[in-house]
């Protein structure tokens, strides 16, 4: 609700206050500008290998698979500001310190699940007496099993939150030759790096512990995209971002710290993104230009 709000007034604004240039050349790529977008995503990732750490066992599913979660879509989740942050979305807020070159923050809100059904190979060990509904008991060195969600599953799909910020480039791919063009088509490239805020739910030896939290590791990342933009406050975005995450410790029981679980994998991330542009500073001098 509040981004919502925020989002609101950051439009008004620059069809308010920031019009006061009149005449006077808005870029969106040049020094000055800031914007501020709001989107949805859809994600893959590649196989990994899923260590989980707790009292009497430390194993490993090797060649893991997961997917994304999407909320099924409806008005109400996608478009009721009360439930908008429940799909997988992105926000983030930038600005452009030069021509062409913009530093943001924001976060992808990212679901990673565990598939039911997974064949993967177990390696490690569980004490006996640990485990009584599947019985894993002894040393494992690659024995094959099937996960099932009664069982044994993990996922993260209350988040997987990538907390970055992003270097971007910014390229003019087409800009109307009149100042007052109503469309224009920009292109970025970018590299980020951040956090990983996890919201786990986990389930092994008849425990099923929902919503632990835990700053689990770290992520780094490319992304480029193309930004359509429309009479020169507000566009449209897609963008293709790729990279890997370093999930270090996530925890997987919210009362005990030594239970844990850790992965690297790589994704791949899909976004459609509206947003607002607006200007702190116009391109050339004027006269009655207010004062920051």
């Not at 709001?38 to 989980?52: A, Q, V």
């Not at 923050?105 to 565990?114: A, C, F, M």
């Not at 060990?125 to 002894?138: A, I, L, W």
Request: hydrophobic share 30%; aromatic share 16%.
């Amino acid at each position: 609700m509040k981004i919502s709000i925020l989002l609101l007034i950051l439009v008004s604004l620059s069809f308010g206050s920031f019009s006061q240039y009149g005449g006077k050349k808005k870029e969106s790529t040049e020094k000055g500008t800031m914007f501020l977008y709001w989107g949805y995503n859809r994600t893959h990732y590649t196989k990994s290998n899923l260590r989980f750490v707790g009292p009497g066992y430390d194993f490993t599913l090797n060649g893991a698979k997961a997917v994304d979660k999407p909320e099924p879509f409806s008005f109400d989740s996608y478009f009721n500001p009360t439930n908008i942050t429940i799909p997988q979305f992105n926000v983030r807020f930038g600005y452009y310190y030069k021509k062409g070159w913009a530093v943001s923050v924001g976060y992808d809100h990212l679901k990673y699940y565990l598939k039911n059904g997974n064949q993967v190979n177990l390696t490690g060990h569980v004490d006996p007496g640990v485990d009584t509904v599947t019985n894993f008991s002894g040393t494992y060195t690659g024995q094959p099993i099937v996960t099932d969600f009664n069982t044994l599953h993990y996922e993260n799909t209350n988040g997987m939150n990538y907390i970055r910020v992003e270097l971007m480039r910014s390229f003019d791919i087409y800009k109307p030759r009149k100042t007052k063009g109503n469309f224009g088509i920009t292109g970025n490239l970018g590299l980020s790096t951040g956090t990983i805020l996890s919201v786990n739910d986990f389930n092994f030896a008849g425990q099923f512990d929902r919503v632990t939290y835990s700053i689990s590791g770290y992520g780094i990342s490319a992304h480029t995209g193309l930004r359509f933009e429309f009479f020169k406050h507000l566009f449209l975005q897609t963008d293709f971002n790729t990279g890997f995450i370093h999930q270090l410790k996530v925890r997987t029981r919210p009362d005990d710290a030594s239970s844990y679980a850790r992965q690297t994998l790589g994704y791949i991330e899909y976004n459609a993104v509206i947003g607002a542009l607006f200007y702190i500073k116009p391109k050339k001098k004027c006269d009655d230009c207010p004062s920051w």
